[in-house]
């Protein structure tokens, strides 16, 4: 491989959406921000310099950062964040993976702004498993806010009560024509008949699970989170927030006189207060004088048997070229319950919470609170006393049975507890969603790790049965999972990763509210197996 620079200036932009034009954070005055291209095996050096007011980290989503955590940027965890006026280099190897990812800021909301392609191609003269598409195109879900988003959350994080939600979904930034004041904010696609495009999926948004559709054209799915999948047609797509999906698009063999919407509108189960609009962008023919429109028909947003049909379709492609290590057993099994919960009130706060606490959101009834130092840091210098505890409970506090009725004990603890793992540990975990406040689904992301989705349901794990149903064949592999509202995901890996690794919920009001918790994995016993020293321009708090 060989070493690619990027350079990010993190800067204040103005920004105009829907009328409304805002000073943003943003690298490089872009919205989104850059692409980052490299192949499998390069080396990536990308110096970031901060130039705003707001503290920043740069998180590069999906990357496995094998022997190299210190570049894996969330704020807390594997560094203290960049300061004002600071300069932080992420260095690492990409190693064994290729395909969409994405990265963004990790620290607060500023993902809002912050984020951008990464694109990693296969090795030189390395094939895809699939024909050359005629082209390649990015298309980034995200959402735009009116407001200042960092405003947003720490307001609602004062009052102990829940953020706004955002004005508008986006492709590439732009809301698209369903939106006031949005018709020249409309993202474009030309397709030149008889050709197959490579469309490179990533939700960026910030709360929401998305549906995918373009009018009178199907998909075939090749991939999700960097890894490839067995093939299969649908012409709707499911997307959880941090996940990405890789479809080959064939345009048609005769360029029809009309043009095409894709539209993209949240999935969630959840109490009304989310934003339910849609963003719209056009497919257009080439040569052809669109004098039609179409419009896809997009399933109703609390569609969960149409989400968990689609999730089930993804298998690994578990071919020769591209095997599986699926863990056969596990080492260690976990029971997590993920979801919203309640903490009390802080003496002098009015909290907006259900009886006036505040809204919490927890995994095993447990909210992490942040480090004011970076957990890795503490870890690696062993001066954990007072940062972390390492007693992460492998079952929840609140033993869990789901009903259809919210347990009567939803308050859950504040702390900063972490699992510590051996090297090479095979690790279950069973993801349990609660449905404490109405149905809300969790897109759970694990840094340092792909795993494998050996199992889901509805309603209550069953440890007795469900596991003979486990594929452990060719589950499908990726880094982010939607954990479904009163149902469970199962899944595995190995963790051979030495340091310390976040796993949190990736809609960042949950986020937010502490559904998050993090792993020690501890080095090997070869070199090759363990955690180097940090670089040393590693920020400090
Ligand atoms: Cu894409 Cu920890 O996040």
Redesign the pocket.
């Known amino acids: 491989g060989i070493t690619r620079h990027y350079k990010f200036n993190i800067e204040l932009t103005n920004v105009t959406r829907l009328c409304h034009t805002k000073s943003m954070v943003t690298v490089n005055g872009k919205f989104p921000g850059p692409r980052v291209v490299a192949r499998e095996g390069d080396r990536l050096v990308v110096k970031v310099v901060n130039h705003v007011p707001n503290n920043i980290s740069i998180?590069w989503?999906g990357i496995r950062q094998l022997q190299s955590g210190w570049a894996d940027g969330?704020a807390y965890i594997t560094q203290c964040p960049i300061q004002t006026n600071q300069t932080y280099v992420y260095n690492f190897t990409i190693t064994g993976q290729r395909g969409t990812l994405f990265w963004?800021a990790?620290l607060s909301w500023l993902r809002a702004s912050v984020y951008g392609p990464l694109i990693i191609l296969p090795k030189r003269n390395v094939s895809y498993p699939f024909a050359k598409p005629h082209k390649e195109v990015t298309i980034m879900l995200g959402e735009w806010f009116n407001a200042d988003t960092e405003a947003v959350i720490s307001q609602a994080l004062q009052t102990g009560g829940g953020p706004n939600v955002s004005e508008a979904y986006t492709f590439n930034g732009l809301p698209g024509p369903l939106y006031n004041c949005s018709e020249n904010n409309t993202y474009k696609l030309k397709v030149k008949p008889g050709k197959t495009y490579l469309l490179r999926l990533i939700n960026a948004a910030l709360n929401d699970d998305l549906f995918f559709s373009i009018a009178n054209h199907t998909f075939t799915v090749v991939e999700v989170d960097a890894t490839y999948a067995k093939p299969f047609e649908t012409n709707l797509l499911v997307i959880t927030a941090?996940q990405t999906t890789n479809v080959l698009l064939k345009a048609k063999p005769i360029a029809p006189n009309a043009s095409f919407y894709m539209l993209a509108r949240p999935y969630f189960t959840g109490q009304g207060t989310f934003d339910n609009t849609t963003v719209a962008g056009i497919l257009e023919y080439e040569t052809s004088s669109n004098s039609t429109a179409f419009k896809p028909t997009l399933p109703p947003i609390n569609a969960t048997n149409v989400v968990a049909n689609f999730t089930r379709r993804l298998r690994s492609l578990a071919n020769s070229r591209f095997p599986v290590n699926v863990p056969q057993t596990a080492d260690k099994k976990f029971f997590f319950t993920v979801g919203l919960g309640n903490s009390p009130c802080p003496k002098n706060q009015t909290c907006q919470g259900p009886n006036g606490t505040k809204f919490s959101a927890s995994v095993n009834n447990i909210s992490m609170a942040l480090p004011s130092s970076a957990l890795l840091q503490s870890y690696f210098f062993k001066k954990s006393n007072g940062v972390y505890t390492s007693d992460f409970p492998s079952f929840p506090l609140h033993p869990f049975n789901y009903t259809g009725t919210p347990p009567n004990n939803t308050l859950v603890a504040n702390g900063t507890k972490l699992v510590v793992v051996p090297f090479n540990t095979s690790v279950e975990v069973v993801m349990q969603g609660t449905r404490i406040f109405g149905a809300e689904s969790h897109p759970l992301?694990l840094?340092g790790f792909n795993f494998y989705v050996v199992g889901e349901g509805f309603g209550n794990f069953d440890p007795n049965n469900d596991p003979k149903n486990f594929n452990l064949v060719d589950p499908v592999e990726r880094n982010t999972v939607g954990v479904p509202t009163a149902g469970w995901v199962a899944i595995r890996f190995h963790a051979d990763n030495p340091g310390v690794w976040?796993m949190?919920c990736?809609f960042d009001v949950h986020l937010s509210w502490g559904l998050r918790m993090a792993w020690i994995v501890l080095d090997g016993t070869l070199p090759s197996q363990k955690l180097p020293p940090p670089p040393s321009d590693l920020p400090k708090c």
């Open positions: 998180h989503h969330p963004h990790h941090g992301h840094h976040f949190h990736h």
